[in-house]
């Protein structure tokens, strides 16, 4: 998971200001998903995205949350507004392919704290 | 509601003993993985798993898929401290793509 990198690794946010995250998905992988994960929980599926498209955006809140994947540049993950529930690990990974076995390279994920 | 369920959610353990760990679902995946993660980190892929009825061995830990691919069980033999994390599965539902669906999380610790 070396290779997928994630920052900031540490953010703090009062509420109602914006958060933004960043993924630089692993040299070659064109695919890029997000995922948030709370104290002493699993991860949650968030959102799926190729270079300029969103594919699946199922997980993600309607409201104040959105992605993009632009043709140039890193991922990224916006929350708007944030709220103390909003506080969280938000995990970027990254695949070559759609389809497949599932392997996953994960970066090191970003914590925000929303006071 | 979960659509993988983990089992069980915390184990505390000494040196030197076995474990299993347990993942079920209602739903067949077309593969499964097995994950650790250390506090602070993101995930660690440890194992796929694709055809049903698979076994595979990772030096002291084994993973077995069930026959219809809808559960895994992750054993461990003579577990060390150095074993303690997070351990997570996670499973692509059959004809979907790279959508991984997590369990909780089996929580792990082995003391010396």
């Known amino acids: 998971n070396a290779g997928v990198m994630q920052n900031p690794r540490h953010l703090v946010r009062r509420r109602g200001q914006e958060a933004r995250l960043r993924c630089s998905p692993m040299?070659?992988?064109?695919?890029v998903y997000w995922y948030r994960q709370l104290p002493e929980e699993g991860l949650k599926f968030m959102v799926y995205?190729?270079?300029?498209?969103?594919?699946?955006e199922s997980g993600m809140p309607k409201e104040r949350f959105s992605a993009e994947f632009p043709k140039e540049g890193p991922s990224i993950l916006r929350i708007q507004q944030v709220v103390r529930g909003d506080s969280a690990a938000y995990f970027c990974?990254?695949?070559?392919?759609?389809?497949?076995?599932?392997?996953?390279?994960f970066g090191e994920g970003s914590r925000l704290t929303v006071l | 509601t979960q659509l993988l369920e983990q089992s069980p959610q915390f184990l505390s353990i000494q040196e030197g003993e076995n474990l299993t760990v347990y993942c079920n679902s209602s739903?067949?995946?077309?593969?499964l993985q097995w994950y650790r993660q250390e506090p602070g980190e993101g995930p660690v892929l440890l194992v796929t798993v694709v055809t049903g009825g698979e076994v595979k061995k990772l030096k002291r830990l084994t993973f077995q898929f069930g026959d219809a691919r809808k559960d895994s069980s992750l054993h461990i033999t003579a577990a060390q401290p150095g074993d303690t994390g997070l351990y997570l599965c996670?499973?692509?539902?059959?004809?979907?793509?790279?959508?991984?669906?997590f369990g909780a999380g089996t929580r792990l610790a082995v003391h010396p």
């Open positions: 995205l190729q270079k300029e498209n969103i594919i699946d």
């Open positions: 990974a990254s695949s070559a392919g759609a389809a497949g076995t599932g392997e996953l390279f």
């Open positions: 040299k070659g992988h064109s695919h």
């Open positions: 996670a499973g692509v539902i059959t004809g979907g793509y790279n959508k991984l669906i």
């Open positions: 739903s067949v995946f077309s593969s």
